[in-house]
């Protein structure tokens, strides 16, 4: 059984940039419902229901057809969240260590041209997704967008940051301001975890 973790910190703990019912509607709704829904696809696979989250999506491609998608958008949700919720810290004010830094400044150019290639591919996904950093099967960094909730893991990519780009994530307090959203959500960034 695959479970809802808890929040990391209080439901009001991201104000004023994420709002407190935004994150109980998220966590509470919409994550338990990614975690609930990809359980029920799993009910008829006991096999499947031993592998971590990250294998079955690393997998994907082989899933029994009549479960695949439901793993794919379920099982993704769940996995983008639970990054998602880690990688936000209350009064966050770090940058990068020496060491990611240096990478993100050898890949990039600068800090602030990977932030902005960031929030670009951020605000440019059309509809539902997410934007990321990722770790790409050569072990460089890339950064880029995926639909819905389709994870990096399927592509062989390893998530470090994501950000969440449905309306779900930011319509209460931004409602069409998307790129208010992303502007803002940096200040939220804890990039220990991102290290980690
Ligand atoms: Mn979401």
Redesign the pocket.
């Known amino acids: 059984m695959h479970t809802l973790p808890p929040l990391p910190y209080d439901y009001n703990a991201l104000e004023p940039i994420i709002d407190e019912m935004t994150m109980q509607i998220?966590h509470d709704k919409?994550?338990q419902a990614y975690v609930d829904k990809l359980n029920a696809a799993l009910d008829a696979f006991p096999d499947l229901q031993e592998l971590s989250i990250d294998s079955l999506l690393k997998d994907a491609s082989n899933l029994p057809i009549e479960i695949k998608q439901a793993v794919i958008n379920n099982g993704g949700?769940h996995a983008?969240?639970t990054l998602?919720w880690n990688i936000m810290t209350p009064g966050a004010s770090n940058v990068p260590n020496q060491s990611l830094m240096g990478e993100i400044e050898n890949t990039f150019g600068s800090f602030d041209e990977f932030k902005s290639k960031f929030s670009e591919a951020a605000t440019k996904r059309f509809g539902s997704g997410w934007a990321w950093l990722v770790r790409n099967a050569d072990g460089k960094l890339e950064v880029y967008s995926t639909a819905n909730?389709d994870s990096p893991l399927m592509e062989g990519k390893k998530p470090l940051l994501g950000l969440?780009v449905?309306e779900?994530?930011y319509y209460l307090k931004y409602q069409n301001r998307r790129p208010e959203y992303i502007e803002n959500w940096w200040k939220l960034v804890n990039w220990d975890k991102v290290e980690e």
């Open positions: 998220h919409h994550h949700g983008n969240h998602f909730q969440d449905w779900h994530a």
